[in-house]
């Protein structure tokens, strides 16, 4: 079997996607990258990491080079490219966004032509726009966003449209929603408040909500996102008539529903709102809820967490995290 790749792997998707390859594929089929230096053995026990003691490789996506030379040098066959920054960052940094999730996708998709290997690229809710229709957002439709991120998501989709029709690359993607994960943190995301609102709920019993209590938008545990990823780069070729931007959700939901769940498990919890404009702006542009039929036809797609059963998970994860993090304490 070739090597796959994780670009990224240090980052929100790439600590959970990393293990699971390594325990489907095997541990030394798998090489994890990105541009921080990997966690120790020992830390990565806690963090969920992906371990230094793996195959783990410093990478740069931008570097054309580097990223040829590792492909090479492992016999990559599929690479998973997580390396992006999220939205709210991503506005903050628009020239800096477009080179990385842009610059770095394009050599990612040169790498796999060159090298005949499959591509998993996470598109995202952000690549639709204020005149997308927001609720059961169609598999086709319109898509102008606003946001550097959202401009990335849909160029990151056409190009791998392209290199796959042009070129033959096995080239495939999600439009992933919100991931709600209690492994790694995300940085910089507009969905975020939906994994920091149980750390605080757990520690704190409050969390102040940087969006509106009403803003409603699709979600995911990060379970059912990496059995997603995974199934569809496994998926019958054939049959995939949306290969590069499949629409994926398990659930649509609002901050002041999501504390009504906690509220079940931490019945004093109180959640209050410190709007950020910047990060509203960016929310309100994006579907409330997308329709994800075409994944569920195409390869089966189903997801297995509602936000019953995510929610009890994540309280449960969290208060174990940060009940092992106490015991470690000094
Ligand atoms: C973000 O908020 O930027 C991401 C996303 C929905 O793409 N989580």
């Keep these: 079997m070739r090597k796959i790749l994780v670009t990224g792997a240090l980052g929100q998707i790439g600590c959970e996607l990393v ?20 966690h ?7 963090t969920g990491a992906p371990s ?29 490219h997580l390396a992006a920054l999220l939205s709210a960052v991503a506005e903050e940094k628009p020239q800096f ?25 996470p ?18 439709t319109i898509q102008r966003p606003t946001t550097m991120y959202g401009v990335a998501k849909v160029s990151g989709e056409l190009m791998s449209d392209y290199y796959a029709l ?7 993607g999600l439009r992933l929603p919100g991931l709600i994960s209690n492994t ?60 590069n931007a499949y629409n994926v959700t398990a659930m649509s939901i609002a901050p002041e529903e999501l504390a009504g769940q906690i509220r079940k498990h931490i019945p004093e919890f109180i959640i209050d709102y410190e709007v950020d404009p910047v990060r509203q702006a960016i929310a309100d542009s994006w579907p409330r809820s997308v329709d994800d039929q075409a994944a569920h036809a195409d390869w089966n797609w ?21 009940n092992k993090e106490n015991l470690h304490a000094p």
């Design 123 to 140: 598109s995202s809710i952000g690549a639709f726009g204020p005149t997308t229709p927001r609720d059961h957002t169609p598999q086709v």
């Design 166 to 172: 042009r070129f033959g690359v096995d080239s495939r």
């Design 302 to 322: 189903a997801p297995k967490y509602d936000l019953e059963t995510m929610t009890e998970d994540m309280i449960t994860k969290v208060r174990q995290k940060l």
């Design 52 to 80: 230094a003691d793996g195959d783990y490789e410093y990478l740069d996506c931008t570097q054309t080079q580097h990223l040829q030379d590792i492909v090479r040098l492992h016999d990559v066959g599929t690479i998973y």
């Design 19 to 38: 293990p699971a390859l390594r325990q489907h594929f095997g541990a030394d089929q798998v090489i994890a990258s990105d541009i921080r230096m990997a």
């Design 184 to 243: 790694a943190p995300p940085g910089g995301g507009t969905t975020d408040y939906a994994v920091d609102i149980f750390y605080q709920a757990v520690r704190y019993r409050h969390y102040a909500c940087f969006l509106r209590p009403d803003t409603r938008l699709d979600m995911m545990y990060m379970p059912d996102a990496i059995r997603a990823m995974m199934e569809l780069m496994q998926a019958e070729p054939s049959g995939l008539h949306h290969r």
């Design 40 to 46: 120790s053995s020992r830390t990565s026990s806690n």
């Design 97 to 121: 966004a477009w080179s990385l999730n842009m610059g770095g996708l394009y050599n990612v998709l040169e790498a796999a032509r060159r090298n005949g290997c499959a591509v998993f690229f």
